[in-house]
């Protein structure tokens, strides 16, 4: 379901205001450039964002956030913050890994928010009923300019509504600007990965109790599925480290008035990495022991029928000879053979179970 949200702030004032369509287009300070001027590649020299062109009046900043976004509302944003169609098509597109694209008048970053929301909250830390976990990634296309924050995104936030709440409860939040409400943005993203990050803790218990207690032979695949949605994340918590730290690069180039910002970012990024690597390194361990109890388990079946055939061999053989059609066999006119015979079999079948269960095979 579509949906656009936009706060326009006084800093003076301590003001924070929501827009609609018309409202957002008001605030431009004047006339836009026309829609599609190319955006200029920044010079690392040049100060950055501190030379792009205002969009809004002075002392104020917008953030607009667009859910599922329709053509109507991309042409929006095009007349009211001049994007290039190219910056339109990349936004348009989806892109499975985090990045930062710097021009002159914005930066483009793209990192992902996560969500279990399609999985119910009673089976989420035993998995579901397949044992499985539903971990959805969605992507968060943000655009940050001087005086304005643009996010997109094709599924609601959580995150981002818990922000909006804040803002309006302490709209003097956001007194820093842009640079803090970007800082603002992803922190309550990456937060968000640590609640998803303890069920997956608990649910690699609950596979080391399953592993020793009460082994299953599913199991293995359970830990491979497991493995596969840590891989998924692992694919876009590392890049956004990258992209986090090419911020805090950006921001000390710039006078790292909100460096202390992004370096928390960055503890956050490299905390979120660390775990997961840390999780696949147990699980990696959990799948070894797996291996290795499933193969002692065969080896004691391998025993058990070892033991059995031995057994029941030597009465075969007895049998096998005593079958045999030759003539001069004195044991076949032997009054009490027969007898002699089976106490023999039942005497051979008695000390190797003995033998074999003392050896732990049976």
């Known amino acids: 379901m579509a949906m656009i949200s936009a706060y326009l702030y006084n800093i003076e004032q301590n003001k924070l205001t929501s827009l609609d369509a018309a409202g957002l287009l008001a605030t431009a300070p004047s006339p836009q450039a026309p829609p599609g001027k190319p955006p200029r590649e920044r010079d690392a020299a040049s100060g950055g964002l501190q030379a792009a062109p205002a969009q809004c009046r002075d002392g104020e900043f917008v953030w607009v956030d667009v859910t599922a976004p329709t053509e109507e509302e991309f042409q929006l944003l095009i007349q009211r913050f001049g994007l290039h169609p190219l910056v339109v098509e990349d936004i348009k597109s989806v892109e499975g890994r985090p990045k930062l694209h710097d021009y002159g008048d914005y930066l483009f970053v793209i990192f992902h928010g996560v969500s279990l929301e399609n999985v119910p909250e009673e089976t989420t830390l035993k998995g579901t009923p397949e044992g499985r976990f539903d971990v959805q990634l969605i992507e968060i296309d943000c655009l940050v300019g001087r005086d304005y924050v643009v996010t997109i995104h094709q599924e609601p936030l959580q995150p981002f509504d818990d922000l909006r709440r804040r803002w309006q409860r302490h709209p003097e939040l956001m007194r820093p600007g842009t640079p803090y409400l970007l800082y603002e943005i992803m922190d309550e993203v990456l937060d968000d990965f640590f609640p998803l990050l303890d069920k997956l803790d608990e649910r690699i218990d609950d596979f080391e109790d399953r592993l020793f207690t009460n082994f299953e032979e599913r199991l ?135 033998y074999f269960r003392r050896k732990d095979w049976l």
Not at 332 to 342: D, P
């Open 220 to 354: 293995s695949s359970d830990i491979f599925s497991l493995k596969r949605n840590l891989l998924e994340i692992r694919h876009v918590a590392g890049p956004t480290r990258d992209v986090v730290n090419i911020l805090l690069r950006h921001n000390a180039e710039r006078g790292g008035q909100h460096f202390a910002y992004f370096q928390d970012l960055y503890d956050h990024a490299v905390r979120i990495v660390d775990m997961i690597d840390t999780f696949r390194d147990i699980l990696s361990g959990a799948l070894d022991a797996y291996l290795a109890i499933e193969s002692n388990r065969m080896n004691a079946v391998m025993k058990t029928l070892t033991s059995a055939s031995i057994i029941l061999l030597i009465p075969t053989l007895i049998a096998g000879v005593y079958g045999m059609n030759f003539t001069n066999m004195p044991e076949l006119h032997s009054r009490y053979g027969y007898f002699i015979v089976l106490g023999i079999m039942a005497a051979t079948m008695m000390g190797l179970a003995m």
